[in-house]
Structures are given as C-alpha cells and as structure tokens.
C-alpha cells in the first residue's frame, strides 16, 4: 500500500510529517487531510480561535507534492456576521 505524507502549516510553523500514513490512493489521502484539518479546527474552536490560513500539504511515497488542501475549504461556514444584520440580543456578552 503506498504511503503518503501529510505536512501541516499552521500559524506560520511548518511540521514536517516524517512517518507518512499508508493510504490506499492520492484520494484517500486527500479525504485524509481533510478530516485532520478537520479535527484540528475543532480542537482550536475548544479555545476560542480559529486559524483558516493554516493548510496540509500531501506528498506521494516518493515524497513528490501532490496537492494542499486549505483549512478554509475544508469547512463550510454559515450564517456570517450576524451582529451586522441584528441578529442576537443587543447588548449582552458571551461569559
């Protein structure tokens, strides 16, 4: 089964996937990427923040790029600015 490295870039630090996971194609790996990115904006939502510039690169088993995917294109986000349009309760903060 060939092998794929997955390479995270996020706030400016890159982490080098040395180990790669054995995966059964380039669109296994992708689905794989974007399910890490995933996780990982789910965990940094935990604190409060959330970084969409962060990206994971793929290299193949020969260690050749096949592609990136965005933390911003790996979500769908709804509902927008809502406090621009009225939305909520005038006035209150979130504790």
Not at 20 to 29: F, K
Not at 76 to 94: I, N, P, S
Request: hydrophobic share 35%; aromatic share 8%.
């Amino acid at each position: 089964m060939p092998r794929f490295y997955l390479h995270l870039c996020d706030s400016g630090d890159f982490l080098k996937d040395d180990e790669g996971s054995e995966l059964t194609d380039a669109a296994v790996a992708r689905q794989t990427a974007i399910s890490e990115a995933r996780s990982i904006m789910a965990s940094d939502l935990r604190t409060g923040t959330l970084d969409l510039s962060a990206f994971i690169e793929v290299d193949d088993e020969n260690r050749k790029y096949l592609f990136t995917v965005h933390f911003a294109d790996a979500i769908k986000v709804k509902g927008g600015d809502l406090r621009a349009t009225g939305g909520g309760r005038e006035g209150q903060t979130l504790q």
